[in-house]
């Protein structure tokens, strides 16, 4: 059955160094079929027998992106935050008041299950609405067992019900909970948590914030060598906000990302390319934080392909991955094409999805957006705007703001 074919389109960014022009996107059970000539396609795949037929004249056709890095379930709200950092204050000094993470895991812990997952489903639609089709999500603000477990469970709700595909990471090692000792806290981590969580089964990946004043490199190392032995595959956050060596961390361990990396030098760069990790490069943090901006040159030279994420969360307060991508193009000097590229493909290898997801090559699952504008570059230079015109996650329309997609008489549907 043909789901959709998505025809006329002035580009379509089929992967990384591919693209075609005047070109369309047949759909076949929710994959790629083929990606080729527009005219040729829509004689031998007639758009009025397929499920959709959607109207791309003169539209880029890009991959739905893939925002491999967010802390996007929480409550509350830290917007008056944002205002102390433009007077002057550290995300540091604002953590150490009691600020920062640990206002959200008071009111994560205050609120109820529907909360949670009203939240995060509202925050589905938003990325949806611009252009994101994969996201991760971290738990982490809850900081006990029982906390990180109901965040956990919110996340494969909303993945169950939401259009979005949720990839779950557990992070209870996310902060050193008020009033309590680093090393004892891992402790809990490691002996606690750890184990309910694997038995929940919900997590994919577990994550922990190496840091300066948070966990060590040792404790770091000691979370995420027990959550291999749990099944659940490493992530760092690795040299945010100070270099203490999180990079070399998760080369040793074979993480599967390495994330934020404003302090990262150029043997970070080669020990994660020899590594195979993939670093995650979130300019929203470093622009909403007013720091400096990762350097992507540093991996390019390594040969290590990046990813670009959002890190939405309520100290990066966007789900705009478009916005992000203006962001690496303006804060980190990155080509615009390397941007789209590190947005959709890079975050898929950062979430270690081999399917070619992040990708329009045939074969891919069909997620993909149609903006309204003629090439991909729009996205980055109408920057803190919406390019995202509809949206298809494996084959299915799931937003049309313009009205592009028609349903075939006969489907059905
Ligand atoms: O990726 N660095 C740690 N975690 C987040 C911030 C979370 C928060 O401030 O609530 C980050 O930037
Ligand atoms: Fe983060």
Redesign the pocket.
């Known amino acids: 059955m043909i789901d959709a074919v998505v025809y006329g389109a002035s580009e379509v960014v089929v992967g990384p160094d591919q693209t075609q022009e005047d070109a369309a996107v047949v759909v076949e059970d929710g994959r790629v079929r083929t990606v080729g000539p527009s005219d040729d396609l829509v004689r031998e795949f007639p758009p009025e027998n397929a499920v959709t037929s959607v109207d791309a004249t003169g539209r880029a056709v890009i991959p739905g992106f893939v925002d491999a890095?967010t802390?996007g379930l929480?409550a509350g709200d830290?917007s008056d935050e944002f205002a102390a950092k433009l007077r002057g204050k550290t995300?540091q000094d604002i953590l150490a008041e009691g600020g920062?993470?640990l206002r959200?895991v008071r009111a994560v812990r205050a609120a109820s299950d529907e909360r949670l997952l009203g939240n995060l489903l509202a925050h589905l639609d938003t990325m949806l609405a611009h252009g994101t089709t994969t996201v991760e999500v971290k738990s982490?603000?809850g900081l006990d067992t029982e906390t990180e477990l109901r965040m956990l469970d919110a996340i494969a709700a909303a993945d169950a019900r939401h259009p979005v595909d949720v990839v779950p990471t557990f992070m209870g090692a996310?902060a050193v909970p008020e009033g309590r000792d680093a090393d004892e806290y891992t402790d809990e981590v490691i002996d606690e948590q750890l184990p309910a969580v694997a038995e929940q089964g919900v997590a994919e990946f577990c994550d922990v914030?190496c840091?300066e004043g948070v966990f060590s490199v040792e404790q770091s190392r000691r979370v995420l060598d027990a959550g291999i032995e749990y099944g659940l595959a490493p992530k760092v956050?690795a040299e945010?906000l100070a270099h203490i060596g999180g990079s070399q961390l998760a080369a040793d361990i074979g993480a599967v990302s390495a994330?934020?990396l404003l302090y990262a030098t150029e043997d970070d760069a080669a020990a994660l390319a020899d590594a195979g990790v993939t670093p995650v490069l979130?300019p929203g943090?470093a622009f909403s934080l007013g720091a400096e901006y990762a350097d992507p040159s540093l991996f390019a030279e390594a040969g290590a392909p990046v990813a670009v994420a959002s890190?939405f969360?309520?100290?990066?307060h966007s789900q705009s991955m478009g916005m992000a991508v203006a962001l690496a193009c303006v804060g980190m000097g990155m080509a615009p094409r390397d941007a789209l590229d590190a947005a959709t493909r890079g975050g898929a290898l950062a979430l270690d999805r081999t399917d070619d997801t992040g990708t329009l090559r045939e074969g891919a699952p069909a997620d993909l957006a149609v903006l309204d504008a003629p090439s991909h570059a729009h996205v980055p230079y109408s920057f803190g705007v919406n390019r995202v015109a509809t949206v298809l996650k494996r084959g299915d329309v799931v937003h049309d703001a313009d009205g592009l997609a028609v349903p075939s008489p006969g489907s059905g549907r």
């Open positions: 890095h802390h929480f830290r995300y920062g993470i959200t982490g603000y996310h914030f840091e956050h945010e994330d934020h979130l943090t890190d969360n309520p100290n990066c």
